[in-house]
């Protein structure tokens, strides 16, 4: 009896054992094979979503021909099981459950874009952010201000805050996020420049040099005159006279501006009014880039005080307001 117990015990130790090689065997088959795709897909796992979630969304799809503990058991084999990552993710065609598994667990997640363009206002980034359909949007009811509340700089004016740049980002960032990564991108390009500012400038604050670099930036679109149009303007704080730029006063208007400023326009008191008031205005006017924030603290040498666009992009400078009188002839009047 002992004898027939012992013969039956290890038949079924070997018949379970055998059971679970062949069960190994299959789910290494498995891992090697490549998933029924078609072409290249994409997966989105949730940020929370357990492996087994993920398994069965596959088997779901169609992608394999096995239930979704073979996906699980080749995560645990590997000890990958605890170590997803959530994100949306490009599936090539071809690739296999072991490899899927390798993107999931090395979180090689799909990288979206968004531009900020130089000479943007804040409220045009602020429009492209909330446009975005992969930006996560928390933004929505707030003000500029509460923005700023957010971000935690309720005291600043968000106005040339944030660096322009094309910013790589995976799905379900928030607008936060984003906009933090923007303005300490800003922050560091400023400090960096602001330490390597030339000395003898008129500028006593990074945040001068920030208004500065915008006017600079919505004066000329040609990289090669901002350091022209920043040593006209440095000249002018120098000598106490206003810098009368247009588009200092056109940022007053605001919203109401319909393209053709008026002599009106000019006369018109606002904090921005560069026409009626001495210095720098309140604030940036637009977000400059790197260019536009170096030629701000690195103004090109001369003796020219004022320019007039030549209607081509670029400008003609002139050293004595009777030139300039008569560029303003040749290029605009004759316009």
Do not use: C
């Not at 979180?107 to 952010?129: D, M, R």
């Not at 700023?148 to 660096?163: I, N, Q, T, Y």
């Amino acid at each position: 009896m002992l004898k027939r117990f012992i013969t039956l015990s290890l038949l079924l130790i070997l018949l379970t054992a055998g059971a679970a090689y062949g069960l190994y065997w299959d789910v290494t088959q498995f891992s090697h094979r490549p998933m029924k795709l078609g072409e290249d897909r994409s997966l989105t796992v949730e940020r929370g979503q357990a492996l087994r979630g993920v398994a069965q969304t596959i088997s779901d799809a169609g992608w394999v021909d096995r239930p979704p503990e073979y996906l699980i058991a080749l995560a645990r084999l590997g000890q990958q099981a605890h170590r997803i990552h959530a994100g949306e993710y490009r599936i090539p065609l071809g690739t296999t459950p072991q490899g899927l598994l390798n993107l999931l667990v090395d979180g090689q997640v799909v990288q979206h874009t968004l531009t900020i363009v130089e000479g943007w206002s804040f409220a045009q980034l602020l429009a492209a952010v909330r446009a975005s359909p992969v930006l996560e949007q928390t933004l929505e009811d707030l003000t500029p201000a509460g923005i700023m509340g957010v971000l935690g700089r309720p005291d600043e004016h968000p106005e040339g805050r944030f660096f322009p740049d094309t910013y790589h980002f995976p799905r379900g960032t928030t607008d936060v996020e984003f906009l933090a990564r923007a303005y300490a991108t800003m922050e560091r390009v400023l400090a960096q420049e602001w330490a390597g500012r030339a000395r003898d400038i008129p500028l006593e604050t990074p945040y001068q040099a920030l208004i500065l670099a915008s006017i600079v930036e919505k004066e000329t679109g040609a990289a090669f005159e901002r350091p022209e149009i920043s040593g006209v303007f440095t000249r002018r704080l120098q000598k106490g006279m206003r810098l009368q730029t247009d588009p200092t006063v056109i940022y007053g208007i605001g919203p109401a501006f319909d393209g053709n400023i008026r002599r009106s326009d000019l006369r018109r008191d606002t904090p921005y009014n560069t026409y009626t008031r001495s210095g720098l205005p309140p604030t940036p006017i637009a977000l400059p880039g790197r260019e536009s924030i170096h030629a701000a603290v690195h103004p090109a040498p001369g003796k020219s005080l004022y320019f007039v666009s030549r209607g081509d992009g670029t400008h003609q400078f002139s050293d004595t307001l009777k030139a300039h009188n008569q560029a303003v002839r040749t290029h605009q009047l004759k316009q």
